[in-house]
């Protein structure tokens, strides 16, 4: 059944009451900020569900968002503050709802311009570049930390105009680090999204393709030969790992 998602999120002129039941979006941040862990949880949970039917609403009818851009610039606040939260689930919740806020394609130019001079989402991609780009990358924690933010990283590159710093944070010198910190065990469905990210924002020059192609190379043999090992086992989810990805 469609939904008004206007009913969810405060205009910024509006008197009428809800003509749905339902939890306001207000409260579900509350939840988010101030409950406990299971709660930040279930909140999360239902603030996605919410925001994927916002999206699917817009495909199908767009128009701009009929809130404030300080509501705006709360809501990305509150899930800023969650995207490195110590329980994956919480993190990577807040992280697919900021990324998808990040790609509302319809925001007025005020709203992009208010995403664009965030410096928040700055430091969150400088994080990520830390994470990937340490040696502590094939630990298990150091693998969940960092997925979450792939996920804004994605959205920050394909948004239109892409925020001018993400250039300095994703410098030459910064991507060889990371592609040196990679090997065939801690190559990841997030690491393949990046690159391809950045393969197609121009951030990636030859000498970097040639050496993913190497990483991705030595990962397909690694899975070939689990594959082989272990016949009997169902298999394991394939990872697009194509150098085709990301040719220039």
């Known amino acids: 059944d469609s939904c008004r998602w206007q009913d969810y999120l405060p205009t910024i002129s509006t008197t009428s009451a809800l003509k749905l039941p339902c939890i306001n979006c207000q409260d579900i941040c509350r939840l988010i900020h101030f409950g406990s862990s299971s709660m930040k949880l279930v909140a999360s949970h239902y603030l996605l569900e919410l925001l994927i039917k916002i999206s699917e609403e817009k495909r199908s009818n767009p128009h701009e968002i009929k809130c404030s851009v300080e509501y705006l610039q709360s809501l990305i606040a509150l899930l800023q503050g969650l995207v490195f939260y110590s329980d994956i689930r919480v993190a990577m919740n807040c992280a697919l709802c900021l990324s998808m806020i990040l ?83 801690n190559i990841s469905v997030e690491i393949v999204q990046l690159f391809r990210e950045l393969a197609r924002s121009g951030y990636l020059n030859q000498e970097h393709i040639n050496r993913l192609h190497h990483v991705f190379q030595a990962r397909f043999s690694t899975m070939e030969a689990q594959s082989e090992l272990h016949s009997t086992r169902a298999p394991s989810r394939c990872i697009n790992l194509s150098p085709i990805a990301f040719s220039l």
Request: charged fraction near 20%.
């Open 103 to 185: 790609g509302w394609e319809n925001f007025g130019w005020h709203e992009k311009q208010a995403i664009n001079k965030d410096k928040w989402c700055r430091v969150i991609m400088e994080e990520l570049a830390l994470l990937l780009g340490t040696p502590s990358l094939a630990s298990k924690t150091f693998t969940n930390q960092y997925k979450p933010a792939v996920y804004i990283a994605a959205a920050l590159l394909k948004s239109e105009p892409t925020p001018r710093w993400i250039k300095s944070v994703f410098d030459n010198a910064c991507i060889s680090v990371i592609i040196n910190n990679l090997s065939s065990i």
